[in-house]
Nanobody
């Protein structure tokens, strides 16, 4: 069974940092695109960061404009884990952060349960 389990969320002051983790099981992690969405109440789900490989181009990363320069996504295939290092956090970063994975040749995403990140103002 595909399973994605997030951890690392919490309450942090503006300017602080958090590191989210998502550990995966039940599929071939190393060949899948993985990343993070976030969703705040009343807002659309937003792609925050993704990491993937195409041929010899490995660990290609993409970030939402709102988080560029502050967030870093990385993956450890040996641990089946993706990380999101979040620095210089702002109140507008407050959201539920959801880990996702898209397997090769799949047109659907697998999702974690989400972890709450709250940046106080």
């Amino acid at each position: 069974q595909v399973q994605l389990v997030e951890s690392g969320g919490g309450l942090v002051q503006p300017g602080g940092s958090l590191k989210l983790s998502c550990t995966a099981s039940g599929f071939t992690f190393s060949s899948s695109a993985i990343g993070w969405y976030r969703q705040a109440p009343g807002k659309e789900r937003e792609l925050v960061a993704t990491i993937f490989s195409i041929g010899n181009m490995r660990n290609i990363t993409r970030y939402a404009d709102a988080v560029k320069g502050r967030f870093t996504i990385s993956r450890d295939n040996a641990k089946n884990t993706v990380y999101l290092q979040m620095n210089s956090l702002k109140p507008e970063d407050t959201a539920v952060y959801l880990c996702y994975a898209k397997q090769p040749f799949s047109y659907t995403y697998d999702w974690g349960q989400g972890t709450q990140v709250t940046v106080s103002s």
